[in-house]
């Protein structure tokens, strides 16, 4: 499985962006799916999921300001961030699990500055 993301950019406080993260093979309907995010000099944490049926799960931190979707037809799921603050800055990466195995991608840059 490889997952390639994109959609990160500079952007000023308050606006938003659309991540997208595409996986290949043709297991993507089954696996759940996740967004995390990594600022410098801190861990790597979950800010959103989705599973197979579409159960969706945010972090206290981005409730609210975040949705997740996936699309199962193109094997790809979506992060919408929206009202971007500056503490949102961070290297954000895709994730699949599946049967219980962990897949990353490359991760895409979003800064939120003015």
């Known amino acids: 499985v490889q997952l390639q993301a994109s959609g990160g950019g500079l952007v000023q406080p308050g606006g938003s962006l659309r991540l997208s993260c595409t996986a290949s093979g043709n297991s993507f309907s089954i696996a759940m799916m996740g967004w995390y995010r990594q600022a410098p000099g801190k861990q790597r944490d979950l800010i959103a999921r989705i599973t197979s049926l579409n159960t969706t799960y945010y972090a206290n931190s981005v409730k609210g300001r975040v949705t997740i979707s996936r699309d199962n037809a193109k094997s790809t799921v979506y992060l919408q961030l929206n009202s971007l603050k500056p503490e949102d800055t961070a290297v954000y990466y895709c994730?699949?699990?599946?049967?219980?195995?962990?897949?990353w991608g490359e991760g895409t840059q979003v800064t939120v500055s003015s």
């Open positions: 994730n699949m699990n599946l049967y219980a195995r962990d897949y």
